[in-house]
T-cell receptor, first 113, second 117 residues
Framework: EAQVTQNPRYLITVTGKKLTVTCSQNMNHEYMSWYRQDPGLGLRQIYYSMNVEVTDKGDVPEGYKVSRKEKRNFPLILESPSPNQTSLYFC????????????FGPGTRLTVL | AQKITQTQPGMFVQEKEAVTLDCTYD???????LFWYKQPSSGEMIFLIY??????QNATEGRYSLNFQKARKSANLVISASQLGDSAMYFC??????????????FGKGTLLTVNP
């Protein structure tokens, strides 16, 4: 089954404790992206990647890191999480064509205390 | 200025009736794409329908159709024969440009649809 998976689905952590949210897709997609969803603000892009070893900032990259060492994986790293990073996070992927649909993972609900 | 505007924070519809969810967009690009996603209470984002700016026909996918009025910059979602399972948040999104390196989607704030039995 074609899908985007994220782990963990739920996470409660404390300020400053490094964490990684994994994202993996099995569709051989070139393009991957991370979004965060906050009430009243909608979904905003954090980082994106056009292919292996090619990443760039989205609209709200502060406090996040990403890497793309393999085509299928695009982990989101929070080196020192803060409470304002409490949010619902989505990973998305698509082929490397502008018209292509972006498929979203199931989301990761993160709470930083 | 907002790039995607969804003016209806909430909508109610009776089961089996049709409903239209409004979306207007703002772009100066000639080439762009418009998407609708559904987000049920469980939280996942489900792709529903896509319309390209150069597509002459309105997109349809089963009970979903997109009423694309390019001159008005509107891309309304029409759901026919509503079902209880259609109750969810619906997001309109736009991807601008072609050939750029970032296929970022810009989302509207969403419309919460409630289908009544």
């Amino acid at each position: 089954e074609a899908q985007v998976t994220q782990n963990p689905r739920y996470l409660i952590t404390v300020t400053g404790k490094k964490l990684t949210v994994t994202c993996s897709q099995n569709m051989n997609h070139e393009y991957m992206s991370w979004y965060r969803q906050d009430p009243g603000l909608g979904l905003r892009q954090i980082y994106y990647s056009m292919n292996v070893e090619v990443t760039d900032k989205g609209d709200v990259p502060e406090g996040y890191k990403v890497s793309r060492k393999e085509k299928r994986n695009f982990p989101l790293i929070l080196e020192s999480p803060s409470p304002n990073q409490t949010s619902l996070y989505f990973c998305a992927s698509s082929r490397g064509l502008a018209a292509d649909t972006q498929y979203f993972g199931p989301g990761t609900r993160l709470t930083v205390l | 200025a907002q790039k995607i505007t969804q003016t209806q924070p909430g909508m109610f519809v009776q089961e089996k009736e049709a409903v239209t969810l409004d979306c207007t967009y703002d772009t100066s690009d000639q080439s762009y794409g418009l998407f609708w996603y559904k987000q049920p209470s469980s939280g996942e984002m489900i792709f529903l329908i896509y319309q390209g700016s150069y597509d002459e026909q309105n997109a349809t996918e089963g009970r979903y159709s997109l009423n694309f009025q390019k001159a008005r910059k509107s891309a309304n979602l029409v759901i026919s024969a509503s079902q209880l399972g259609d109750s969810a948040m619906y997001f309109c999104a736009m991807r601008e440009g072609v050939g750029g390196s970032n296929y970022k989607l810009t989302f509207g704030k969403g419309t919460l649809l409630t289908v009544n039995p």
